[in-house]
């Protein structure tokens, strides 16, 4: 996907300013401190209030740090209450350096306490500053103006002075908890769900400051020996915060396997995508997908499915790569982050490894049992520049890795019939097949001796804007679509209808037309060809379908019964493309075929490559055992073609012979050959000059 081009200076411009302002912050807010300090000592001023009060203060400082290490978890980084409330007290009764220093030691101390989080320490330190001094700034515009040696103290506390708390409270939080936010948190574009959730929270730490702040200070002032019993209070609203937080996170997780959940990952794919961005780096994402494993619930049940998915999850977490991440979307559908990735080609050798973890053996109850997987890999910034877009790509390719049982597939935007492109693509392909405008050409297929052996119709498509488009692209819409039975439909149609105008002029000759597995899989397939023949009035040995291995992969009994009726019928079989499936042997012996033809790619290095020849040669000896004719597709040469002849192949077909043509030429190719066959022109040019050199000498040729 091509980023817009409003898109690269907006990311261009994150990369300079994020970095910089944790950075910007903390030098400010350093700059504020020091000054802060040289102006409260050359006044005289003390910086932080003694006596009982003081005292009460430290005390009650120290509880709520303690609070705050024993959690022993990373519940404050979400944000705390209780050292808000209280550096917010402070700053009412105190002025700005006293709360600025009980700020400074809950951070300080907590961050000691965890030391790997020290960087988000100092710039919640920093920005703590700030937001006291907004605070300050705010109380300063009612006139009052605290500090030490003149604390705040109205005539009462009542609804009189509600503007100048609300204000105070409203100035700390918002320049705090907004600073906080574009310095640490990755930008999206949007407001994800965990965002959401903190601003709710900070919505009730407000309410908290508003409520708890003045009765500290009032405390303070009347019974300052009392604050530490602020501590209950303080630690219940740390708690409460927490508890939101908590269950704001369990709802990006999996109930079952505990895994991060489809939201989480959006999420957290929108930071790693922030982060290679700001580096220049790749990130990918795989999404994997169980095969059969519908068939495990049906047969053993639901528990038993959940066992498993137990099972593969704790798997997939001892399989994940340094620094990947992993999540259950739903049912059997697991994706994996990779946050920096050196290649395409790495992505998808990590996909293969994941695939490979979760296709060892499993054990349930005694019962062993083998559950493969497909894999599809999307990598930013080539597939895609955002979290849904490389999900959306990541979907396409695992799909594709399920249709081709490939285990592993990157994306290919070729492949991809849900762009817009293709979209439209198919829009009018349905409509082009409606109005007959989808031509079948002809190509031959002749036998050594020259004699045409049959045609295989190929279907060819002149978009009105596009002009030729290719018949992979087309063809791999319909076949993702759903179109696919409509255009073999119209496809035997025509075919059929040409080879009765054929033999309406004497020209008996088989065509064989390709069908995909989607179209062996409908229901009452055999007997539609049936009575299309007999429509047309066409003998069934006239019409040879031509199919693939892949046929029996999906339904194969299903597959087997359609090609069985098929030969009932009297129609022959052709294996297409022989050599490029995955169990071309064991399938050979049970598709009711009379023909085996050689894939292009086998035969177009037939001449220079001796591995190729082999396969080629060995191919011919097991088709023959079996009692099979054998065409090889792709020739384009003379020498090619007497290799082939050489190996005892029965029939050619490619350029040497004839490109695909449209009716009436191929309708004309037919008529000059005539009862003489098909020559090479190599060999009519040595009969040419055979016969000029049996002449007499003189006799001249009429």
């Not at 932080?48 to 519940?75: E, K, M, N, Y």
Request: contains cysteine; glycine residues 8%.
């Amino acid at each position: 996907m091509k980023p817009t081009d409003s898109a690269a200076p907006a990311s261009r411009l994150r990369r300079l300013v994020v970095p910089a302002l944790p950075a910007t912050i903390v030098t400010v807010a350093g700059l504020a401190l020091a000054t802060g300090v040289i102006v409260t000592l050359g006044e005289g001023d003390a910086l932080f209030p003694g006596q009982s009060v003081g005292w009460s203060l430290a005390i009650l400082t120290g509880i709520i740090v303690g609070h705050l290490v024993a959690l022993g978890r990373d519940r404050w980084w979400g944000g705390t209450g209780s050292g808000a409330a209280l550096a917010l007290a402070v700053l009412l009764l105190y002025g700005w350096m006293p709360a600025v220093l009980v700020s400074l030691s809950v951070v300080v101390l907590v961050g000691a306490a965890r030391r790997h989080r020290w960087r988000q320490a100092v710039v919640h330190g920093a920005v703590d500053i700030l937001g006291l001094g907004t605070a300050a700034l705010g109380l300063a515009a009612f006139g009052v103006a605290s500090s030490v040696r003149h604390p705040w103290a109205p005539s009462s506390w009542n609804l009189s002075v509600l503007p100048e708390v609300v204000v105070t409270a409203a100035g700390y939080l918002l320049v705090s908890r907004g600073l906080l936010w574009v310095s640490l948190t990755p930008r999206t574009g949007q407001l994800p769900a965990i965002p959401r959730t903190a601003v709710v929270r900070q919505a009730l730490v407000g309410i908290a400051l508003l409520g708890i702040s003045p009765l500290i200070a009032v405390c303070a002032i009347h019974a300052p020996l009392l604050l530490p019993l602020f501590a209950v209070p303080l630690i219940a609203l740390d708690s409460t915060l927490w508890i939101a937080r908590a269950r704001a996170e369990e709802q990006l997780r999996d109930p079952l396997t505990g895994l991060p959940n489809r939201q989480w990952l959006l999420e957290r794919t929108w930071t790693a995508l922030d982060d290679a961005e700001r580096v220049g780096a790749r990130s990918a994402l795989v999404l994997i997908d169980l095969d059969r494993f519908r068939s495990v619930n049906d047969t053993l049940g639901h528990l038993a499915g959940d066992r498993l998915l137990l099972q593969i999850a704790d798997r997939l977490r001892h399989a994940l790569p340094r620094g990947a991440e992993a999540a259950r979307l739903g049912g059997d559908e697991f994706a994996v982050l990779l946050p920096t990735t050196d290649s395409l080609t790495s992505s998808q050798r990590a996909a293969r490894n994941l695939v490979a973890a979760l296709g060892s053996p499993l054990d349930l109850d005694g019962l062993t049992l083998v559950l493969e997987a497909s894999a599809g890999v999307a990598v930013f910034p080539d597939h895609a520049l955002d979290a849904e877009g490389l999900l959306r790509r990541a979907d396409v390719a695992m799909y594709q890795a399920k249709r081709d049982r490939s285990g592993v597939e990157l994306y290919e935007a070729k492949r991809d019939g849900n762009t817009p492109d293709r979209l439209g693509l198919l829009g009018d392909l349905r409509r082009a097949l409606d109005a007959g405008d989808v031509e079948l050409h002809y190509q031959p297929k002749v036998g050594f001796d020259g004699h045409v052996a049959g045609l295989e119709a190929l279907v060819r498509w002149v978009h009105p804007d596009r002009g030729r488009v290719p018949p992979d692209e087309f063809i791999a819409i319909a076949e993702s679509s759903g179109l696919m039975p409509r255009l073999t439909e119209y496809v035997l149609e025509t075919a059929l209808a040409q080879v009765a105008r054929w033999r309406a002029m004497g020209l008996e000759v088989p065509v064989a037309v390709n069908v995909s597995p989607r179209d062996v899989h409908s229901p009452g397939f055999a007997g539609a060809v049936a009575a299309r023949l007999a429509r047309h009035r066409v003998p069934p040995g006239a019409l040879q379908l031509e199919i693939t291995e892949h046929v029996l992969l999906e339904d194969p009994q299903r597959a087997a019964d359609t090609l069985a009726g098929l030969t009932a019928h009297g129609v022959k079989m052709s294996l297409d493309d022989f050599g490029t499936g995955y169990s071309s042997l064991v399938h050979l012996r049970r598709l009711p075929v009379s023909e085996l033809k050689i894939d292009r790619s086998f035969v177009a290095r037939l001449a220079v490559d001796t591995e190729d020849a082999e396969i080629v040669r060995c191919t011919l000896d097991l088709a023959h055992s079996l009692g099979l004719l054998v065409v090889a597709e792709g020739v384009e040469d003379d020498e090619t073609w007497e290799r082939l002849r050489d190996l005892g192949c029965d029939a050619v077909q490619g350029w040497l012979v004839a490109a695909a043509m449209p009716p009436d030429e191929t309708t004309a190719w037919l008529r000059a050959r005539g009862e003489r066959g098909w020559q090479r022109e190599s060999e009519t040019a040595a009969l040419a000059a055979e016969k000029a050199a049996e002449r007499p000498s003189g006799q001249v040729l009429n």
